[in-house]
């Protein structure tokens, strides 16, 4: 499969804690692809962390390099792709990822917390992150699932697991 020929092998939404990247990772190596994070690539475009554009840009600023981020990584990328946790909130990105290969993975609140604790690195947790993590969930559930093909649970799975229920559930085989 040549870059851009059909978009990525696979595409992860989901909260924060809800292990995109490591997930995309090892999808990737069992599938023998590169994994890509529209994060790390809004980050490389503004040259600056995502906390940084949140204080000094905006969320709006930063939403704006997202999309972007993800309309070209469906555009050019051909292996997994793991979009950040707010992605879905636009509605053009949401258009793009229909029909695609996308998996919501779905994490409980105390499992995420477990995961990226008092994270200061991500903005929008960084007060009352219990809180503001279950209220970001209402918002956003409908949404993960709108675009999503399957939802796989990560509760009480290993990474290695929930990896194997993804390709499982796209019927993907293995490099």
Known sequence: MSAGAS??????????GSGKSTIGALLAQR???VARDTDADVERTAGKPI???FVEDGEQRFRALEAAAVRDALAEHDGVLSLGGGAI???ATRALLAGRPVIFLDVSLGEAMKRVGLDTARPLLAV???????????ERRPLYTEVARAVVETADRTPEEVAQAVLDVLELTTA
């Open 7 to 16: 978009g990525p092998r696979v595409v992860l939404v989901g909260p924060p």
């Open 31 to 33: 599938l023998g692809v």
């Open 51 to 53: 906390a940084d554009i």
């Open 89 to 91: 909130l636009d509605p």
């Open 128 to 138: 009352n992150p219990r809180q503001r993590w279950r209220t970001l969930m209402d």
